[in-house]
């Protein structure tokens, strides 16, 4: 499976952006996918995860009521709908598959990995 995370870019505090992340090579609707992200000089953390069939999701308390994260498994696509952002929420994000199909919050059990799209966010 080939994961491509896109739709960052440069918002204002206070604005949205909807991640996407596009798998490739297989259906990977039994795949569990999470998000996680990285500023700069920080570790990578954990942000959100989402079950295979969708109907399970899990977040980082530092943005739960403000991220969603929802699927589409015929499009083979997962997403991440960010409101309310924030300046500490600028980080270049990850999107991850687990092919074991269970949501975790660390990055060791995700099989695959997008190569990261750029949020900003100024204040």
């Known amino acids: 499976v080939q994961l491509q995370a896109f739709g960052g870019g440069l918002v204002q505090a206070g604005g949205f952006l909807r991640l996407s992340c596009a798998a490739s090579?297989?259906?990977?609707?039994?795949?569990?996918t999470g998000w996680f992200r990285q500023a700069t000089g920080k570790e990578r953390e954990f942000v959100a995860a989402i079950s295979g069939n969708g109907y399970t999701t899990y977040y980082a308390d530092f943005v739960k009521g403000r991220f969603t994260a929802f699927r589409n498994n015929a499009k083979n696509t997962v997403y991440l709908q960010m409101n309310s952002l924030k300046p500490e929420d600028t980080a270049v994000y990850y999107c991850?598959?687990?092919?074991?199909?269970?949501?975790?919050?660390?990055?060791?059990?995700?099989?695959?990995w997008g190569q990261g799209t750029k949020v900003t966010v100024s204040s």
């Open positions: 090579g297989r259906p990977f609707g039994n795949y569990a």
């Open positions: 991850a598959a687990d092919r074991q199909g269970d949501i975790a919050t660390t990055t060791a059990p995700y099989d695959y």
